[in-house]
């Protein structure tokens, strides 16, 4: 077998994956400044890049066969779509709009590149070139497949997209993709594969169904645990920047080190299970224990996904009916994760798609296996885990973080309302995980329990927000972005005006059902609003008079919406502040230092930014907490008494088409 058939299939299979798995960040920045970071504009966009996937694969199965050497014009389809650039903003930003957007402007493209590995594969089977025991294992460009697309995923997040703006990065895919052309066209001519009528063993004989089902299931758990844990560590460890990469380089290794090496070893084999047990203890009671936590849970991934990837990998079906198999593959996997993204959403109020993805898998593989027929050791050595894991699950537990009074799920997070005595205080108050949106304090005694009014936390009288106010002429008109319990209503007094804009209407419904800033200050002959929806486009189609104060209130809980810290971002709130107004940001962060696209952001504009930190001599229940504020030179200079000062660090513009989080981590 010469060279390039040894190397041209699998660098034709890893750059084809490589340039599809690039395809979703790029995408998904491309559409944010238009649609927004609304729920409905992920959940889409994920269904989406799943659905094409497997209508990849079908056409992989049903067509491609047929076609021979024809499939390469198909290959040429997408360039009448390049270079791929940012859709203009709909009136509408819905989900049919968004739908359209995606598949009449990048479908094609998506839908090409997905049938890579499979195609690869059969060219690999039938090939004229390579010896027929070498034919007889396609497997491995399957492998070469999920490397590209971790390779994908590492360059693009640490290279790429902080290196490069999104026409660029367009441009860059659009060459990347000629290249690839000419590798496909290389790699068909050194395989030589046999045309359809000469290999008509590939359309023959059809895996049964229960074991396709089979497949789907296997392949649907591990893909639907991924996402889990994905979530468990954005509840429990915090919502951190590229907080998602570990598990899902994990889950992309399983399939290398399976269908590559063929590595399931004996001890993965007999101990999934009882690893799956430790996943759940892990889950039920060592929740929010940051530092190894965080490894035991991808512990338990790579385990799992191995197990699981194991059993397909050994249950793989002869090559001529491998398009089959990962057709069976493309459904689990798109099955998986509109079980997280859609489902549990939507069924669960805390995130059980962790132990029932868990559960299912047990389930599924176990009666596959009869494990009820294991040796007699090993059911009893799992019995006896499963004891004790059941042991540690259902003891009692003191509640560490007080008495729950309501805890709702959103398609945003878990959010938990509980009654707490902190620093010494009775309080009320909205958790997220690891993110406090807000506390109010009870007052009276036990027969007389209400809560106060006082702002407390990041929005004390005697916090930066404070300040910014008392500069401000009564009676005052303020913009919120991000509503919390409404802290900032404290602040109000008779004849004001406030409008909160917030992404979540969970948020909104538990601020007015178990907090009381926003009822007492309409009480308090005040004016509130809450706007539903995405600050960039709820802002510019508000026809309220302008403001005196726009706060943009949403990078505290450390999951950082990019687009609302550009500088088309602070166009669309200068243009809701009257002349002489003020921007305020909110920027207290635990990783990212978020000043340096502000300064630069102001200073494009002919503005001044200026910071106040405040850690010190801090009031009452008052947090340490960062401000920016973003106007004119005369109005911002005007803080000065209250101990501002201009910001000091490089400046980093940001802009729709060039924005990452990756040059302000705290390193």
Same mark, same amino acid.
């Given at each position: 077998?010469s060279?390039g058939? @040894? ?5 034709f ?5 490589a340039l599809?798995?690039a395809?979703e960040p790029l995408l998904?920045?491309l ?5 927004? +970071?609304?729920?409905h504009?992920?959940?889409?966009a994920l269904m989406?890049f799943q659905?094409?996937?497997f ?6 199965h049903l ?5 021979g $050497?024809w499939?390469?014009?198909?290959l040429?389809l997408?360039?009448?779509?390049l270079?791929?650039v940012?859709?203009e ?6 989900v049919?709009?968004l739908l359209?957007?995606l598949c ?5 493209p998506?839908?090409?590149?997905a049938?890579? +590995?499979v195609?690869a ?10 010896p027929e025991?070498?034919? @007889?294992e396609?497997w491995?460009l399957y492998?070469?497949s ?5 390779l994908?995923l590492l360059?693009y ?5 902080p290196a490069?703006?999104l @026409?660029?990065? *367009?441009?860059?895919?659009?060459l ?9 066209f290389?790699?068909w ?5 046999e ?7 590939? /359309? ?9 089902v089979y497949?789907v ?9 991924s996402l889990s844990?994905?979530?468990v560590?954005?509840l429990?460890v915090g919502?951190?920047?590229?907080v ?7 889950y992309?290794?399983t399939f290398?080190?399976v269908?590559?090496?063929g ?9 999934w299970p009882?690893v799956?047990?430790?996943g759940?203890v892990?889950?039920f009671r060592i929740?929010g224990?940051?530092?190894w936590?965080?490894?035991v ?5 790579f385990?799992v ?5 194991g059993?397909?990998y ?8 491998l398009?089959?198999?990962y057709l069976?593959l493309a459904?689990? *996997?798109w099955l998986g ?7 549990a959403?939507a069924v669960f109020d805390a995130l059980l798609e962790?132990p029932v993805?868990? $559960?299912?898998?047990?389930v599924?593989?176990g ?10 050791a090993?059911?009893?050595?799992f019995g ?5 894991a059941?042991a540690?699950?259902?003891?009692p !537990?003191?509640?560490?973080v007080g008495?729950t009074?309501?805890q709702?799920?959103?398609?945003y997070g ?6 707490v005595?902190? @620093?010494e205080h009775?309080m ?5 995980g ?5 506390r ?6 036990a027969d007389d329990l209400h809560?106060s009014r006082a702002p407390l936390?990041y929005?004390?009288?005697? +916090?930066?927000?404070g300040?910014?106010?008392r500069?401000?002429?009564r ?8 509503l919390?319990v ?8 008779s004849?004001e005006?406030l ?8 948020v ?5 059902g178990?907090f009381t800033?926003?009822?007492?200050a309409t009480?308090?002959?005040a004016?509130?609003r809450?706007v539903i929806g995405?600050?960039r486009h709820?802002i510019p ?5 302008p403001?005196?104060l726009?706060v943009i209130?949403?990078?505290s809980?450390?999951?950082v919406p990019?687009h609302?810290l550009?500088l ?6 200068r ?5 002489g107004?003020l921007?305020?940001?909110?920027? +207290?962060?635990r990783? !990212? ?5 502000l300064?630069a952001?102001a ?6 930014a200026w910071?106040?930190?405040?850690g010190?001599g801090l009031?009452v229940l008052?947090d340490a /907490? ?6 004119p030179?005369?109005r911002v200079r005007?803080?000065?008494?209250? *101990?501002w000062?201009a910001i ?8 729709d088409d060039?924005?990452?989080a990756?040059?302000?981590w705290r390193w």
């Open positions: 077998m060279l058939a @040894r190397l041209l299939p699998t660098l299979v890893g750059v084809g994956a599809l798995f395809m998904g920045r559409l944010l400044p238009s649609f927004g +970071s609304a729920f504009v992920w959940s889409t989406f659905g094409a996937l209508l990849g694969y079908l056409y992989a067509l491609a066969p047929r076609l $050497a499939h390469l014009g198909v040429l997408p360039v009448a779509f270079p791929f940012p859709p903003a709909p009136a509408t930003p819905d049919p709009t359209g957007v009449l402007r990048f479908g094609v998506f839908v090409v590149l049938t890579t +590995s195609v594969q059969r060219w690999w089977v039938y090939a004229t070139t390579v025991e070498a034919r @007889r396609p491995r492998a070469a999920n490397a590209g697309s971790m994908a360059v997040v640490f290279v790429w997209e490069s703006g @026409r660029l990065q *367009g441009g860059l895919w659009a990347l993709y000629l290249a690839w052309l000419g590798i496909a290389a790699t001519r050194t395989l030589a594969p045309e359809p009528r000469q290999a008509e063993g590939l /359309s023959r004989g059809r895996p049964r169904l229960g074991r396709m497949w299931l296997v392949a649907a758990w591990p893909s639907a645990f844990v994905t979530n560590f954005v429990d919502n951190a920047p590229l998602w990469i570990p598990p899902l380089i994990v992309l290794l290398i080190l269908f590559g090496r590595w399931h070893p004996r001890w993965i084999r007999r101990l009882h799956a047990l430790l759940l892990a889950y929740a224990v940051e530092g936590l965080p490894l849970h991808l512990f338990v991934l385990v996904a191995m197990a699981a990837h059993e397909l050994e249950d793989r079906p002869d090559p001529a009916q398009t089959w198999f069976a459904l689990g *996997g994760s509109a079980f997280v993204a859609l489902l959403p962790y993805a868990l $559960a299912l898998l047990l599924t593989v009666a596959r296996r009869a494990a009820w027929r294991a040796p007699r090993s059911q009893i050595t006896l885990v499963a004891l004790a059941g540690a699950i259902f003891a !537990l003191g509640d560490e008495r009074l309501e709702r799920r959103s398609p878990v959010h938990r309302v509980v009654d005595v902190e @620093r009775r009320r108050r909205l958790d997220s690891r993110t406090v949106h807000g109010q304090a009870l007052v009276g005694a809560l936390g929005y004390h009288r005697d +916090s930066p927000l300040d910014a106010l500069t401000l002429p009676p005052r008109r303020l913009g919120v972005v991000g919390g409404g802290a900032v209503a404290g602040h109000l007094e004849g005006h409008t909160f804009f917030e992404l979540d209407p969970v909104e419904e538990l601020a007015r178990w800033y926003l009822g007492r009480e308090a002959g004016e509130v809450v995405d600050a709820t189609r508000d026809d309220a008079p403001y005196d726009l209130d949403a990078f809980g450390d999951a990019l609302l550009t088309e971002a602070l166009d669309v709130y243009e809701r502040v009257r002349p107004g921007v305020l940001y909110h920027v +207290s962060n990783y !990212l230092d978020l000043r340096p696209p300064r952001a200073e494009a504009r002919g503005l001044e910071v106040k930190d405040r010190e009031g008052e /907490s960062r401000y920016v504020a973003i106007g030179a005369e005007a803080l000065a008494a209250f *101990g000062r000091d660090v490089r400046p980093r513009l940001f802009t060039h924005a990452s990756l040059p302000l």
